[in-house]
């Protein structure tokens, strides 16, 4: 992974889909069927893995 991403863009990585959308596509409403959820701040630049899904990205 490149290490000069910007906190923007990185958690831009966490995908445009609405819930609903996301939802409508068999993924996970709160990570876009990533499994992870992108966070960062201060250039701290941390993957999470979604407590939603735990991890497999499906819709529930
Ligand atoms: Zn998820």
């Known amino acids: 992974m490149p290490q000069h991403m910007t ?5 831009a990585q966490n995908g445009s889909l609405s819930p609903d959308e996301a939802t409508a596509r068999g993924l996970c409403w709160h990570c ?9 701040f201060g250039r701290v630049q941390r993957t999470v893995r979604c407590p939603e899904c735990r991890g497999d990205g499906k819709a529930r």
């Open 32 to 40: 876009s069927g990533n499994g992870v959820n992108y966070t960062a």
């Open 7 to 11: 906190d923007q863009e990185w958690e």
